[in-house]
């Protein structure tokens, strides 16, 4: 019972409580849209439905022996690794086949990656460059560099859409993969999950809507500016 009625004295769901009353009490089309909106993002049952969308866009594979991966960056410093770019690794080698492939990263920074990866794996050849500030621009970095038709290209979850986008946009022959991350996962809907509402699901939202914004305003300004290709140290 105390997992029950213990959410519903969440601030969010108290919010969510005031929003119902004062539908119930002053009756305007604005409060019971505003309710409904609140309602809808932040249920769990409904974003689950859409973090099982979004997580079937991209599917998994085996990596086979010889393959070319790209890791695609994910900040650091000269020191060490984010916990975004040592997620990406620490799952990347788990991937690598024991038979050997090769595996280039696009990183200011590339020691701390090559050294964390030579420190999980021993069958890799690395190859690490900067590939620019964004995901765009590391794009076309490897378009850039001639020969390389990556097999697989690795990101997080999150990017894995916008990421997937541009591996079509560059007809390149890859297969993109990602690491989970907490946002993307199933969160379980308990007996009273159709009464409430979730903080999780809203941060969910919000870093589906920035993936999606990023890409249009990149596929709206492409043509006429220049912010999506590297500039020279």
Same mark, same amino acid.
């Given at each position: ?54 997580? &079937?866009? /991209? @599917?998994?594979? +085996? =990596? ?12 650091? %410093? ?40 030579? &420190?999980? /794996? @021993?069958?890799? +050849? =690395? ?12 794009? %076309? ?93």
């Amino acid at each position: 019972m105390k997992d029950f009625f213990e959410p519903f004295l969440y601030p969010h769901n108290l919010t969510l409580v005031g929003l119902m009353l004062a539908c119930f009490c002053y009756r305007k089309k604005g409060l019971f849209v505003l309710l409904v909106f609140y309602y809808l993002a932040g249920n769990t049952f409904f974003a689950n439905q859409l973090r099982h969308w979004y997580v &079937s866009q /991209v @599917s998994s594979y +085996a =990596i086979a022996p010889g393959s070319v991966v790209v890791l695609l960056g994910c900040g650091g %410093t000269e020191q060490g690794l984010t916990a975004c770019a040592e997620a990406r690794v620490q799952h990347l080698a788990t991937l690598l086949p024991k038979e050997g492939s090769s595996v280039v990263i696009t990183s200011q920074y590339c020691k701390p990656y090559v050294d964390k990866l030579h &420190s999980l /794996v @021993s069958n890799v +050849a =690395i190859d690490c460059f900067d590939g620019g500030e964004n995901t765009y621009q590391e794009f %076309t970095s490897l378009s850039q560099r001639k020969g390389l038709r990556p097999d697989y290209i690795l990101s997080s979850d999150f990017h894995a859409w916008r990421v997937k986008q541009l591996v079509k946009q560059y007809r390149m022959p890859s297969q993109v993969l990602s690491v989970s991350s907490q946002t993307f996962r199933q969160i379980k809907c308990s007996a009273n999950c159709m009464l409430t509402v979730n903080l999780s699901n809203y941060d969910f939202y919000s870093k589906l809507i920035s993936e999606f914004s990023s890409f249009t305003v990149y596929s709206l300004t492409r043509s006429w500016t220049d912010w999506y290709t590297p500039h020279p140290a």
